[in-house]
């Protein structure tokens, strides 16, 4: 059962263009929603996270939109660059007391074209 | 300041056999989680051990099973392979007991024949 639906699958973006990748979830005991990049044969690294009392985070060219009531959430990535060209994960953290991990959706290709 | 350090970064394995990999977390970090992630998904939460106790545990087999030891380093162990344990497995780290801010180490490719 996937609980982070994440879209596109793949996405080409000219240089300078903004890249936009979609997530959505169900269950509204997530309570903290980051985004890792990953290059090939590295670990995820973390990008940006945002908590769901915040409709908007800034980190440089990297912007979270967070939809409480539609339970979506976006990453943004402005001015893109060929070095941002990676796979893209959004997650999400359950609130409650146990532990359960990151739930990861399934990733996003990112291409961008110089 | 080291990172998220595993090994080995590359195995290959039998069907059959057992494999154990290792993770050091931050210093500081007093949680430690794996992960299995196949080629082309979202890393799988398996484990995630808080001050040396397990304390979540994600849809894996009982062939699967990890400890964390009393400098916060941890293993995992993989017992009776199959071809379907081919992935990588990933570790991360972070300081309290829940998965935020979490930072992954650069995982130990395995590959079972």
């Known amino acids: 059962q996937q609980q982070v639906k994440q879209s596109p699958q793949s996405l080409i973006v000219q240089k300078g263009g903004i890249s936009i990748i979609n997530c959505a979830y169900e269950n509204t005991a997530f309570d903290y929603f980051p985004w890792y990049q990953q290059f090939p044969g590295k670990g995820p690294a973390l990008l940006i996270a945002?908590?769901?009392?915040?409709s908007e985070k800034k980190e440089g060219r990297f912007t979270i939109s967070f939809n409480k009531s539609a339970k979506q959430f976006s990453l943004h990535i402005m001015d893109s660059q060929p070095g941002d060209s990676a796979t893209y994960f959004c997650?999400?953290?359950?609130?409650?007391?146990?532990?359960?991990?990151?739930?990861f959706g399934k990733g996003t290709h990112l291409i961008i074209q110089p | 300041d080291a990172g998220v350090t595993q090994s080995p970064t590359h195995l290959i394995k039998t069907r059959g056999q057992h494999v154990t990999l290792r993770c050091s977390p931050i210093?500081?970090?007093?949680?430690v989680s794996w992960y299995q992630q196949v080629l082309g998904q979202g890393p799988q939460f398996i484990f995630q051990?808080?001050?040396?106790?397990?304390?979540g545990r994600g849809n894996f087999p009982d062939r699967f099973s990890a400890r964390q030891f009393p400098n916060y380093s941890s293993e995992l162990n993989v017992n009776a392979l199959l071809l379907g344990d081919s992935a990588l497995y990933l570790c991360?780290?972070?300081?309290?007991?829940?998965?935020?801010?979490?930072?992954f180490g650069q995982g130990t490719r395995l590959t079972v024949v």
């Open positions: 210093s500081g970090h007093k949680s």
């Open positions: 051990y808080y001050e040396k106790e397990e304390r």
């Open positions: 997650a999400a953290v359950y609130s409650g007391g146990g532990a359960d991990g990151l739930t």
């Open positions: 945002i908590r769901p009392d915040v």
């Open positions: 991360a780290s972070s300081w309290g007991r829940r998965n935020t801010e979490a930072f």
